[in-house]
């Protein structure tokens, strides 16, 4: 079974903090994604990585960025801390060339 | 611009009758279709799929239709059981290994 674990659960940051996000995935995937989940707006994509040290922009990748140092894990890093990125973030996985991606159960991010 | 659309955000049906999840789509380039159920607290789980060259795909208790001149397809679940209460996403692939995904719906299975 696919395993795509996220450091936290819930998070609360104050605004203008830097923010780590951490999502390992255990099954060699070569793509690995950042979404955020808002109601009304489904999933939205911020950045995607499809080979080590490589990105691509998403949807909405403004006040965000990524590092993927290692096959397996994938960084999202808000540098500044806004109210406007309180939302759930949901890290996932896929195996090139399929289209079928695995989520991790998400991280609750709170900024006041 | 919502290029993926799931016009109603929840439904409400009784235990045994049937569900039907609508999502509409605008990108005529869109080639692969996916349906997601996200319980509370946790990530999506991919539930079904279908190309673009097809127009049903079956497994069990769920179907996917698609409507390529309509651009829309639908989720039928026969019988709908109090475990199948989540959220749906919907999503469409084009290119570059990323999906599109819709706002999502409510299904709410009452016993």
């Known amino acids: 079974d696919v395993k795509v674990t996220q450091s936290s659960r819930y998070l609360v940051k104050r605004t203008g903090e830097k923010v780590f996000l951490e999502c390992v995935q255990d099954?060699?995937?070569?793509?690995m994604f950042w979404y955020r989940q808002d109601p009304g707006l489904g999933l939205r994509l911020i950045y995607f990585?499809?080979?080590?040290?490589?990105?691509e922009k998403g949807d909405i990748p403004e006040g965000y960025s990524v590092s993927r140092e290692k096959k397996e894990r994938f960084s999202l890093i808000l540098e500044s801390a806004s109210t406007n990125q309180t939302s759930m973030y949901l890290c996932?996985?896929?195996?090139?060339?399929?289209?079928?991606?695995?989520f991790g159960p998400g991280t609750r991010l709170t900024v006041t | 611009d919502q290029q993926v659309k799931q016009n109603s955000p929840s439904l409400s049906v009784q235990e045994g009758r049937i569900s039907i999840l609508n999502c509409d789509y605008t990108?005529?380039?869109?080639?692969?279709f996916l349906w997601y159920k996200k319980y509370p607290a946790e990530g999506p789980t991919f539930l079904i799929s279908?190309?673009?060259?097809?127009d049903k795909n079956e497994d069990g208790r769920f179907t996917v239709f698609l409507n390529k001149s309509a651009k829309h397809l639908s989720l039928h679940i026969v019988p709908s059981q109090p475990g199948d209460s989540a959220v749906y996403f919907c999503?469409?692939?084009?290119?570059?290994?990323?999906?599109?995904f819709g706002g999502g719906t409510r299904l709410m299975v009452k016993p």
């Open positions: 996932a996985s896929s195996l090139a060339p399929t289209y079928e991606q695995y």
């Open positions: 099954m060699d995937h070569e793509n």
């Open positions: 990585s499809y080979d080590v040290k490589m990105k």
């Open positions: 990108n005529s380039m869109f080639d692969y």
């Open positions: 279908i190309s673009s060259i097809k």
């Open positions: 999503a469409a692939h084009n290119a570059g290994n990323m999906l599109t």
